[in-house]
């Protein structure tokens, strides 16, 4: 019988697949983002290996940036706005692009 999940090596030496019930999540992959030097919403960005899942991007590097997700027909997908506007007086970081880091449960 076939078993549906993330499959994940334990240090042990052993497997373990996670269902959308089991309450860890795993490192899934990342996804770098090239800087295109204007400001807005970039094109969203799918994630079909991952469609009945839950993911959680976090961003490391600084900047005016920001990530959403959404679940269009069950598949994870990332959009991203680039230079987004913030408060009069706090300081914005730029950089040549910005790498994602995908966390799946």
């Not at 009945?52 to 997700?69: E, N």
């Not at 991203?80 to 966390?103: C, H, K, M, R, W």
């Amino acid at each position: 019988m076939a078993t549906y999940g993330l499959k994940t090596f334990k240090n042990d030496g052993t497997t373990v697949v996670l269902q959308n019930s089991t309450k860890s999540g795993v490192f899934g992959e990342k996804y770098e983002y090239a800087k295109t030097g204007t400001a807005g919403t970039k094109p969203a960005v799918p994630f079909p290996k991952y469609t009945g899942r839950t993911i959680r991007p976090m961003q490391l590097i600084p900047g005016a940036h920001s990530w959403s997700v959404s679940y269009p027909s069950g598949i994870p997908t990332i959009t991203f706005i680039e230079n987004q506007p913030i408060a009069a007086g706090i300081p914005q970081f730029y950089y040549d692009s910005t790498v994602l880091y995908i966390f799946v449960k």
